[in-house]
T-cell receptor, first 115, second 112 residues
């Protein structure tokens, strides 16, 4: 099992450009989410999905779009990048542990710089 | 709405000394509590979790945490730290759904 795979690992954009961060999981998890990590602010939830065709906003959704056409994939789109979106982005696949709680499995992260 | 407060942004400690990383949460419903660890230039991995039952939870690498409902706390402890424990530690809370909210993180520096 590969777990959660994120691409690209690094990306530099100019202000106003668009791009998509890819996330794929092979654990058949229904739930997936995107976080951004910034110094001193921990991880903040951007968007999440409870299953194919269903998405919802997290704590900081502005400037980001998501879709969930399959169980495996959950791409994050930046339609018009801004310097404030410079961050490290983590995708997390959420599965039930043997005890029933939702335990996050994280991808390795994508470091995005917007100039 | 849920929230998590990690009371210390940085904790320096000497090797083999004990350490406590503090976490307080707020929630209007029953919650699950977690500690995740992020080693330098890596992703996050689960350290331990509290679901129900015994308030003292043991995790990997000798860490443990105690759930205190009256104080809404979930502090992380280790009796003797190693250089390899240098990392950032995140406290997190989720409800019976999947939405997980994180604290701002605590950087643990273990000095020789």
């Amino acid at each position: 099992n590969a777990g959660v795979t994120q691409t690209p690992k690094f990306q530099v954009l100019k202000t106003g450009q668009s791009m998509t961060l890819q996330c794929a999981q092979d654990m058949n998890h229904e739930y997936m989410s995107w976080y951004r990590q910034d110094p001193g602010m921990g991880l903040r939830l951007i968007h999440y999905s409870v299953g194919a065709g269903i998405t919802d906003q997290g704590e900081v959704p502005n400037g980001y779009n998501v879709s969930r056409s399959t169980t495996e994939d959950f791409p994050l789109r930046l339609l018009s990048a801004a310097p404030s979106q410079t961050s490290v982005y983590f995708c997390a696949s959420i599965g039930k542990s043997s005890s029933g709680a939702n335990v996050l499995t994280f991808g390795a992260g994508s470091r995005l710089t917007v100039l | 709405a849920q929230s998590v407060t990690q009371l210390d942004s940085q904790v320096p400690v000497f090797e083999e000394a004990p350490v406590e990383l503090r976490c307080n949460y707020s929630s209007s419903v029953s919650v699950y509590l977690f500690w995740y660890v992020q080693y330098p230039n890596q992703g996050l991995q689960l350290l331990l979790k509290y679901l129900s039952g015994s308030t003292l939870v043991k995790g990997i690498n000798g860490f443990e945490a105690e759930f205190n409902k009256s104080q809404t706390s979930f502090h992380l402890r280790k009796p003797s730290v190693h250089i390899s424990d240098t990392a950032e530690y995140f406290c997190a809370v989720s409800d019976e759904g999947f939405k997980t909210i994180f604290g701002a993180g605590t950087r643990l520096f273990v000095k020789a």
